[in-house]
């Protein structure tokens, strides 16, 4: 994990190569964080402004001139003359095989989702032209957390994006929610992988639910399309810490 | 959304690439709710234009009794559940030039895939026996279950793509009527739709 570039002493400026522009940025920033400052749209799922980086979703993998590997645009540096691409059909395949797989992973069925037309991963899937799913469903049998009075958890929709567990520990300071297992057989938990309602440490704030991109946290009562998120707060509670 | 919502009969992309006789077009449902057909059916006033245009060779409009032989293009809604679907699917697939897999039951499974946590005879219990509105009484609870009428089920639903080769997608809970005419529109015209413009999963 990177600490946010924003922490670090502005240095040095650097002038690098985006899609063909030329730009320029201070050392220290990433390559999502300059192209985002000049308009170069670079998909990310686990990605919040606000949050530190996590790198996991590898939606926003990029090509480096000179290399063959590809890079996680959120998790790397910029450096003085990177020619960097952030859209061929190589990556653009990659980033669909990736929707694809977590669709494929949980039980996804939009219709009757609360989340639906409100989920991240649903519109990226559309941005990205995913029209169907190549890999065999897997339909395993996953639980639902409803114990606790106002929120939700539905590992059914879970995308492992840990957004939850970053804005819990680092701007709610509860620290409840963490992820446990490997891979495939990776689950957010609460305090000691307990029912929620029996968290002690959650202060029911709703913040995990408002970052969650998708369907998993929710708020209760909410029925078919209904759970939009609100986050307005995270750059609200942001900006209230550099300044 | 790029295509027009309003068409006339002079539509430039309705004369183009259209072939002197008509396209034998099908529409057929397989495990699903039939809110695709009815959005099929809210095309209105567009049915006309489309019906001066193709041939609805087989429909649950249409009924014919045999899925017909030389079909352009058959949309295809709900998954494919029973041993009834697999077959039909084949059939479809042998019979048609382009198919196309209509709402998402069709392309992702969607919910005739919800059962597939069960096995069938858990399903079927619960479905005919459990849920059944009569008393429960020990005649109840050694009832069998029923052997006519509901054709034998695959172990899971699957999303027609997983059976056959399917030419076109088209996502959605139902698709909107617009999404549907917009993909018969650029069939017509010999365009391939860019389908994510119009719709998307659970639209
Ligand atoms: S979480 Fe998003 S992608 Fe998953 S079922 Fe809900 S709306 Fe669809
Ligand atoms: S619950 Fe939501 S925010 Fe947390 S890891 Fe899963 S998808 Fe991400």
Request: with cysteine; proline share 6%; aromatic share 6%.
């Amino acid at each position: 994990m990177t600490m946010s570039p924003t922490t670090k002493p502005p240095a040095e400026s650097l002038t690098l190569t985006i899609d063909g522009k030329d730009v320029s940025c201070r050392s220290g920033q990433t390559i999502l964080d300059v192209a985002r400052e000049n308009d170069i749209d670079i998909p990310t799922l686990c990605q919040l402004d606000g949050l530190t980086t996590w790198g996991g979703c590898r939606l926003c993998l990029v090509e480096i001139a000179g290399s063959s590997k590809l890079f996680a645009s959120c998790a790397t540096q910029c450096t003085e003359g990177m020619n960097i691409t952030t859209q061929s059909d190589r990556l653009l395949n990659y980033r669909r095989m990736i929707l694809e797989m977590l669709f494929s992973e949980r039980n996804h069925i939009c219709a009757v989702c609360v989340s639906n037309g409100h989920c991240e991963l649903q519109s990226m899937a559309q941005k990205l032209g995913v029209t169907h799913i190549h890999l065999p469903y897997r339909y395993p049998k996953l639980t639902v957390d409803s114990s606790q009075d106002r929120f939700r958890l539905d590992h059914n929709r879970c995308i492992l994006c840990s957004r939850c567990v970053r804005v819990c520990g680092e701007i709610e300071g509860a620290h409840t929610k963490d992820l446990k297992g490997r891979g495939i057989k990776t689950f957010v938990i609460n305090d000691l992988d307990q029912p929620w309602a029996d968290a002690k440490s959650c202060t029911t704030c709703g913040k995990c639910v408002h970052v969650c991109p998708v369907g998993a946290l929710t708020e209760r009562g909410t029925a078919v399309s209904e759970m939009a998120k609100r986050r307005a707060f995270l750059p609200y509670l942001t900006s209230m810490r550099e300044h | 959304m790029t295509q027009s919502t309003t068409t006339t009969r002079s539509d430039p992309a309705l004369r183009g690439g259209i072939t002197p006789a008509k396209p034998r077009v099908a529409t057929v449902w397989l495990d699903g709710c039939s809110g695709c057909h009815m959005s099929f059916l809210d095309l209105d006033e567009r049915l006309f234009i489309l019906a001066e245009k193709v041939d609805i060779v087989c429909s649950p409009v249409v009924d014919p009794k045999e899925f017909p032989p030389d079909v352009d293009l058959c949309l295809v809604e709900g998954a494919v559940s029973s041993h009834h679907d697999l077959e039909k699917a084949k059939l479809i697939r042998a019979r048609s030039k382009v198919v196309a897999a209509l709402g998402d039951c069709a392309v992702t499974g969607n919910v005739p895939a919800m059962r597939n946590f069960w096995e069938v005879e858990e399903l079927f219990r619960r479905a005919y026996i459990e849920n059944a509105e009569y008393p429960d009484t020990p005649e109840k609870r050694k009832a069998n279950l029923p052997v006519l009428n509901v054709p034998p089920h695959e172990r899971i639903a699957r999303p027609l793509h997983e059976i056959i080769k399917v030419d076109l997608f088209i996502p959605g809970c139902p698709p909107p009527a617009d999404a549907i005419f917009y993909v018969l529109t650029e069939f017509l015209a010999g365009r391939s739709p860019n389908i994510t413009q119009v719709t998307r999963f659970g639209k």
